[in-house]
């Protein structure tokens, strides 16, 4: 079973469209989760932390379901900047700082 | 800003040939860590290394792996005898405390590595 599953994608959304992504996690003991943005054939970059009650950086919400192992992102007016590929990341207490990627959920944004 | 470097961005090698990945982490971090990303694939986890030795390593990093910290600056990667599946894009990646400590992972830009 993978570690981290995510929504395959591409998704195609005009111009200020709300856009949401999800990702399910394999192993209950994970500690610390992320959503990292990847633009093509350049290096991962955080995008935000993911905390328990949830949290909102800008147009970017971010929720965290323990119970049901489920992260998800949420893009409010998406922007033709946001188009990238989103990896939904998770790092397991018990190991070295090591982090599992999911494959990524693709975004177009168009005008 | 201060950033992870990676030399070189492309290195195309003949199967069998040794090649030497180098990375530069930005200077106050503590943890190291390799991940490699296969043409249309996941990041995918090498080894993590603090402290002048490895912390961690994955399934993937086998015999023909091997890193070095041989200075206080920089983080490499050596490939004893690449094959053909071992191309993929090689991110370096330094943290100031273990990322899981809620501490950013800061990734290089990465090497591509093509072996013909």
């Known amino acids: 079973r993978k570690e981290v599953e995510q929504d395959p994608g591409p998704f195609n959304v005009p111009e200020g469209a709300t856009v949401a992504f999800n990702c399910t996690y394999s192993?209950?003991?994970?500690?610390?989760f992320f959503w990292y943005r990847q633009d093509c054939r350049k290096e991962p970059k955080l995008l935000m932390s993911?905390?328990?009650s949830g949290n909102e950086d800008g147009r970017f919400t971010a929720q965290l379901n323990r119970a049901s192992q489920y992260i998800s992102l949420l893009i409010r007016d998406s922007k033709l900047s946001d188009s990238a590929t989103y990896l939904c990341?998770?790092?397991?207490?018990?190991?070295?700082?090591?982090?599992?990627f999911g494959r990524g959920t693709q975004l177009t944004v168009w005008p | 800003e201060p950033e992870v470097t990676q030399t070189p961005s492309h290195q195309v090698t003949q199967m069998g040939q040794e090649v030497i990945l180098r990375c530069v982490p930005i200077?106050?971090?503590?943890?190291f860590y390799w991940y490699r990303q296969i043409l249309g694939q996941k990041v995918e986890f090498l080894v993590s290394?603090?402290?002048?030795?490895?912390?961690?390593k994955s399934e993937i990093f086998d015999d023909q792996f091997s890193v070095e910290r041989p200075d206080g600056s920089n983080f490499t990667l050596k490939i004893r005898s690449t094959k053909l599946e071992d191309s993929a894009m090689y991110f370096c990646?330094?943290?100031?405390?273990?990322?899981?400590?809620?501490?950013?992972?800061?990734f290089g830009q990465g090497t591509r590595l093509t072996v013909v």
């Open positions: 990646a330094s943290s100031a405390e273990l990322t899981g400590a809620g501490s950013e992972a800061f």
């Open positions: 192993n209950s003991a994970s500690q610390s």
């Open positions: 993911v905390y328990s």
């Open positions: 990341v998770v790092n397991k207490g018990s190991t070295l700082g090591r982090l599992y």
């Open positions: 200077s106050n971090h503590l943890y």
């Open positions: 290394f603090y402290n002048n030795e490895i912390s961690e």
